[in-house]
């Protein structure tokens, strides 16, 4: 699987998924950074990578109809400092691993991670 990691999150997030046997890049890392989101899940679309962000925006089944895409990971943490954010991750990966993110979307935060089809 594949993942690209929004401009709102830490580098720590493209190396933590690296270190789990993940390819991840940043938007930073593919010239990316400042596009809109509409450009953004283009990108992800054409990669064929599921886009990791904080961005709520993508949440949105209309706007982004999950089995159109790739997937996305949209993280909610309470604390959003890089640890935290990182933990939330470390923490909640092996319920990632059991899930197709792929055409999915997946909100993943303190509590719980929720699991959507869009379908």
């Known amino acids: 699987m594949r993942f690209k990691i929004d401009e709102n999150l830490p580098f720590e997030v493209a190396t933590f998924f690296r270190t789990e046997g993940y390819e991840a890049h940043t ?5 990316a950074r400042g596009f809109i989101d509409p450009r953004i899940s283009e990108m992800c679309r ?3 990578e599921v886009l990791v962000t904080m961005d709520m925006d993508f949440a949105n089944l209309r706007s982004y109809p999950p089995a159109a ?11 959003q400092d890089k640890a935290a954010v990182v933990a939330l991750l470390r923490n909640n990966i092996p319920v990632l ?4 993110l792929c055409g999915h979307l997946t909100i993943v935060s303190d509590e719980q991670a929720r699991h959507f089809s869009g379908e």
């Open 69 to 79: 895409y790739p997937g996305f990971l949209v993280l909610r943490s309470r604390v």
């Open 27 to 31: 938007v930073a890392e593919q010239g």
């Open 97 to 100: 691993q059991k899930l197709n």
């Open 46 to 48: 054409d990669a064929g």
